[in-house]
T-cell receptor, first 117, second 112 residues
Framework: GAVVSQHPSRVICKSGTSVKIECRSL??????MFWYRQFPKQSLMLMAT?????????EQGVEKDKFLINHASLTLSTLTVTSAHPEDSSFYICSARSTGRVGQPQHFGDGTRLSIL | KQEVTQIPAALSVPEGENLVLNCSFTDSAIYNLQWFRQDPGKGLTSLLLIQSSQREQTSGRLNASLDKSSGRSTLYIAASQPGDSATYLCAVKETSGSRLTFGEGTQLTVNP
């Protein structure tokens, strides 16, 4: 079945560091990928929609200069948390939808646990 | 604005019991509805996808139903096992190109 690979699975770094998270669709092409953030015991909050070859669409309240998204190919989207601070610590999950037939399920990566010290 | 609600927020049952998880949504004009499973510290695993024209979908011990007019979906788990313990999330998509709107999830614990 379709698989979405997210890397790294866990990051621990100092405040002020920039962190890049990769999201790859392994066996399908994804024109659109989604980036979510999840706080403990809460549901997923959509941060932005990543479109291959164009600028990402950010949700209200999400700083686009803080969370840089690049979707350079049909199988790879990256999220860079710039100058991360402790309040950016969270669980980040990416998702991808096949470019093929409509109505296909959305597939999710295993998430990245980001801890900023 | 679409809102998705899941009841109960948490559920604890003995092994072997059949159970039902509920999901309701405020705007019945949906494109599809998807049920996911999330294990602690992990991403989401898609369980079942129901298109707006469908009434139910089945996979193994899981059965999901959809009643669009009343804005409800249920996930039925038969003969529950400890390995079913996880958080179950439902999400609706309003158009083919739109985002998923998630519920808060039901945390299920199946006790051996």
């Amino acid at each position: 079945g379709a698989v979405v690979s997210q890397h790294p699975s866990r990051v621990i770094c100092k405040s002020g560091t920039s962190v890049k998270i990769e999201c790859r669709s392994l066996d399908f092409q994804a024109t659109t990928m989604f980036w979510y953030r999840q706080f403990p015991k809460q549901s997923l909050m959509l941060m932005a929609t990543s479109n291959e070859g164009s600028k990402a669409t950010y949700e209200q309240g999400v700083e686009k200069d803080k969370f840089l998204i690049n979707h350079a190919s049909l199988t790879l989207s990256t999220l860079t948390v710039t100058s991360a601070h402790p309040e950016d610590s969270s669980f980040y999950i990416c998702s991808a939808r096949s470019t093929g037939r409509v109505g296909q399920p959305q597939h999710f990566g295993d998430g990245t646990r980001l801890s900023i010290l | 604005k679409q809102e998705v609600t899941q009841i109960p927020a948490a559920l604890s049952v003995p092994e072997g019991e059949n159970l039902v998880l509920n999901c309701s949504f405020t705007d019945s004009a949906i494109y599809n509805l998807q049920w996911f499973r999330q294990d602690p510290g992990k991403g989401l695993t898609s369980l079942l996808l129901i298109q707006s024209s469908q009434r139910e979908q089945t996979s193994g011990r899981l059965n999901a139903s959809l009643d669009k007019s009343s804005g409800r979906s249920t996930l039925y788990i038969a003969a529950s096992q400890p390995g079913d313990s996880a958080t179950y999330l439902c999400a609706v998509k309003e158009t083919s190109g739109s985002r998923l709107t998630f519920g808060e999830g039901t945390q299920l614990t199946v006790n051996p």
